[in-house]
């Protein structure tokens, strides 16, 4: 899979949390020589153990701070994974990891002397708005469930260590991760206008680390869809971003001949 280059050619060591979820485990086996990695699970598992090869293997929890800043020391970037991804979970089954973790990651990052976090927001962050409104970067957060309102306090949270704290932080909104096969499924083809592709996100994932002039940002992750629900220009504007998939281009291959 092709990823953008760093034209200073620097080394970059990267915390990646949320490993062996699908972004982590995928960011992991495609991300660059350059990133040198340390991939952080709650526990070890044959999952985990898959992963050794690409980069240091650490068990960590969101909830022990002292454990996670020891994570990030020596860290250039973190992308933050970890989380409780579901759009139905209780605010109780939330709190812990999608807040209290979110605290945790940043304040880590800050006493680590860590250079970026990298958020894993999400889509849900402004799933509010009526699904004829292309969202822009710059629109208020409009969460439609819970785990949007936990995306849009990571958001807030990141903004203010950027600004307050100097720590430089990329929030993405991440759309519905999946391999293009996925788009074929009758349960997935509602979310087309809201796909991203795993070679897509990886990218701008990578450009985002590569980023040296950002000190906070939030980015749309989405594939170049023909219809989407996030307005991708400031992404493309400001990090370079150009998808190369389209949910409704890979349908239309579905159709059968004329």
């Known amino acids: 899979m ?98 209290v973790g979110a605290y945790h990651l940043f304040a880590a990052a800050k006493a680590a002397g860590c250079r970026r976090v990298v958020f894993a927001s999400s889509v849900h962050a402004v799933l509010g708005y009526p699904d004829d409104h292309q969202v822009r970067t710059d629109d208020a957060v409009n969460p439609a469930n819970l785990y949007g309102v936990t995306k849009c306090f990571g958001e807030a949270l990141g903004r203010y260590y950027a600004e307050q704290q100097g720590l430089s932080v990329i929030a993405i909104r991440i759309g519905a991760f999946q391999p293009l096969a996925a788009l074929h499924q009758d349960w997935f083809r509602g979310f087309a206008h809201g796909f991203v592709s795993q070679r897509d996100l990886i990218d701008l994932i990578c450009r985002c680390i590569d980023d040296d002039g950002c000190r906070f940002a939030i980015v749309h992750g989405l594939s170049d869809n023909r219809f989407k629900c996030l307005d991708l220009t400031d992404t493309r504007d400001r990090f370079g971003y150009h998808p190369q998939d389209d949910a409704f281009r890979e349908l239309e291959s579905d159709r059968p001949p004329a």
Not at 3 to 19: F, H, I, N, W
Not at 43 to 57: P, V
Not at 72 to 90: E, K, M
């Open 2 to 99: 092709a990823v953008p280059a760093d034209p200073s050619g620097r080394e970059r060591a990267v915390l990646v949390t949320g490993v062996p979820g699908n972004i982590g485990s995928y960011f992991a086996e495609h991300a660059p020589p350059r990133f040198r990695l340390r991939l952080m699970a709650q526990r070890e598992d044959e999952r985990t153990r898959a992963l050794s090869s690409r980069g240091e293997i650490v068990v960590g929890d969101l909830a022990d701070l002292t454990r996670l800043t020891a994570h990030c020391r020596g860290i250039d970037t973190i992308v933050h994974l970890a989380a409780d991804p579901s759009p139905d979970a209780t605010w109780d089954e939330l709190l812990e990891p999608n807040i």
